[in-house]
């Protein structure tokens, strides 16, 4: 089945201790992407990987880092994670077909708690 | 970066009527997209359009690609109780200067009363 795998789903930790969710697709997409929802704001993009060893930043990426060193793996690093990035966390990928990006599969999410 | 506009934030309304929401934008996209997200779930690709002034359907669902390419509706058609979710809109710039960015709306949540 295709799909984008999250883990953990929910999780709640404290101020500056170090986490990563993780993110796995199946369908061979070039292009991942991590996304944070929060009330009133929508969707909106921290990171994103054309392909392996291709990251660039979104429009909130202050607090987190990524890599991309297989093409099935995105994951999410927050170093210090503080009650700020309290949110619900998406990873979704792309094929980039015909250089369009937009049309992605999505994770079911993570929830994170920073206390 | 750039901003979507998306209305209303919300609607209830009665099975069987008819749902319009749109979304603006202050500069152009390449591509248009329509997302639902369903409780406890990640969003689902609706519908995609790539031209300006393109119209497509998906069902009840119907979506339009503005033609100044800064605008783009959705409608959608005699709704049902399992239309309820929320709604985005998205903008993509495939092969402008922010190639791989896209940017979302705030979302609209529709309540649809039995």
């Known amino acids: 089945e295709a799909q984008v795998t999250q883990n953990p789903r929910y999780l709640i930790t404290v101020t500056g201790k170090k986490l990563t969710v993780t993110c796995s697709q199946n369908m061979n997409h070039e292009y991942m992407s991590w996304y944070r929802q929060d009330p009133g704001l929508g969707l909106r993009q921290i990171y994103y990987?054309?392909?392996?060893?291709?990251?660039d930043k979104g429009d909130v990426p202050e607090g987190y880092k990524v890599s991309r060193k297989e093409k099935r793996n995105f994951p999410l690093i927050l170093e210090s994670p503080s009650p700020n990035q309290t949110s619900l966390y998406f990873c979704?990928?792309?094929?980039?077909?015909?250089?369009?990006?937009?049309?992605?599969?999505f994770g079911e999410g993570s929830r994170l708690t920073v206390l | 970066g750039q901003q979507l506009n998306q209305s209303p934030q919300s609607m209830f309304i009665q099975e069987g009527e008819d749902v319009s929401m749109n979304c603006t934008s202050s500069?152009?996209?390449?591509?248009w997209l329509w997302y639902k997200q369903e409780p406890g779930e990640g969003p689902v690709l609706l519908i995609a359009?790539?031209?300006?002034?393109e119209l497509t359907s998906n069902g009840r669902l119907t979506a339009q690609f503005g033609i100044t390419r800064k605008d783009s509706f959705l409608n959608i058609s005699a709704s049902i109780p399992s239309d309820v979710g929320i709604y985005f809109c998205a903008g993509d710039n495939a092969g402008g200067t922010s190639y791989g960015k896209l940017t979302f709306g705030q979302g609209t949540i529709l309540t649809v009363h039995p």
């Open positions: 359009l790539y031209k300006a002034g």
């Open positions: 979704a990928s792309s094929l980039s077909r015909r250089g369009i990006t937009g049309e992605l599969f």
């Open positions: 990987s054309m392909n392996v060893e291709v990251t």
């Open positions: 500069s152009i996209f390449n591509t």
